[in-house]
């Protein structure tokens, strides 16, 4: 698995590729309360939201190219058949 520090760079870069995306990082220790409610178990974790929906999370660091992959298959995300999807599933 790769570290906090080996990911950053890789972070970084898609970020500056993808300046329509908002990149941000939390500070579990100073927001103990944000960070249990995500749910977040391990440093680093990988979140995407879309339209204000979480739609992707994994504990552990990506290598360039399963962050791109990441990235592409959420913008690639259709955010109205998904919910119309998720409201045919019995409850």
């Known amino acids: 698995m790769r570290s906090l520090a080996q990911f950053r760079?890789?972070?970084r870069a898609a970020a500056k590729r993808h300046p329509d995306i908002t990149?941000?990082?939390?500070?579990t220790e100073a927001e103990q309360a944000l960070?249990?409610?995500?749910n977040i178990t391990s440093i680093p974790?990988?979140?995407a939201f879309k339209n204000k929906t979480l739609v992707f999370?994994?504990?552990?660091a990506l290598n360039a190219t399963g962050l791109e992959?990441?990235?592409q298959a959420?913008?690639?995300l259709d955010m109205d058949k998904l919910?119309?999807?998720a409201a045919q599933e019995p409850a």
Do not use: W
């Not at 960070?35 to 995500?38: C, R, V």
């Not at 999370?57 to 552990?60: F, K, N």
């Open 9 to 11: 760079p890789h972070l």
């Open 23 to 27: 990149f941000t990082k939390v500070d």
């Open 35 to 38: 960070a249990a409610a995500a």
């Open 45 to 47: 974790t990988l979140m």
């Open 57 to 60: 999370s994994q504990p552990g």
């Open 69 to 71: 992959e990441v990235i």
């Open 74 to 76: 959420v913008k690639n």
């Open 83 to 85: 919910r119309a999807d």
